[in-house]
Nanobody, 124 residues
Framework: QVHVMESGGGLVQAGGSLRLSCAAS????????MGWYRQTPGKQRDLVAT???????NYADNVKGRFTISRDNAKNTVYLQMNSLKPEDTAVYYC??????????????????WGQGTQVTVSS
C-alpha cells in the first residue's frame, strides 16, 4: 500500500512565497515520477510541475520562472518552491506519485496515487 502526503499550504500575500512538500511512503519499489497539480472549484485539475526519475522536469507555462520543483530520491519526496505568488495561484494543490509497489505476493504493481491536497490562498 502506498501513501502520499502533502504539507506546506497556507495563506500568503501576493508577491510572497510558500514551499510545499510531498512524501510518498509504503511498499514502494520504485518511483517513476512525482508532481504537483492544482484545482479550483468547478475547474479541471491542471499540471503545475513534474519531475521524473531520469531528472526530467516539466512546468506549466504560467509558473515558469516563479515555481521550482525539486526532489529527494532517498526520501521519495518532492518539493515545490513557489515565489512571486499571485492571487490566480490560489487553488488546492495535489501531489501525484507514479511508480511501482511490491505486493504481498512479491510482485510488482504499477500505482498512480494522489495525496489529499493542500490549500494555497494568495491574497491581493
Amino acid at each position: 500500500q502506498v501513501h502520499v502526503m502533502e504539507s506546506g499550504g497556507g495563506l500568503v500575500q501576493a508577491g510572497g512565497s510558500l514551499r510545499l512538500s510531498c512524501a510518498a511512503s509504503g511498499s514502494i519499489f520504485a518511483i517513476v515520477a512525482m508532481g504537483w497539480y492544482r484545482q479550483t472549484p468547478g475547474k479541471q485539475r491542471d499540471l503545475v510541475a513534474t519531475v521524473n526519475a531520469g531528472g526530467g522536469y516539466n512546468y506549466a507555462d504560467n509558473v515558469k520562472g516563479r515555481f521550482t520543483i525539486s526532489r529527494d530520491n532517498a526520501k521519495n519526496t518532492v518539493y515545490l518552491q513557489m515565489n512571486s505568488l499571485k492571487p490566480e495561484d490560489t487553488a488546492v494543490y495535489y501531489c501525484l506519485a507514479t511508480g511501482y509497489s511490491t505486493t504481498h505476493a512479491g510482485a510488482r504493481e504499477r500505482f498512480d496515487h494522489w495525496g489529499q491536497g493542500t490549500q494555497v490562498t494568495v491574497s491581493s
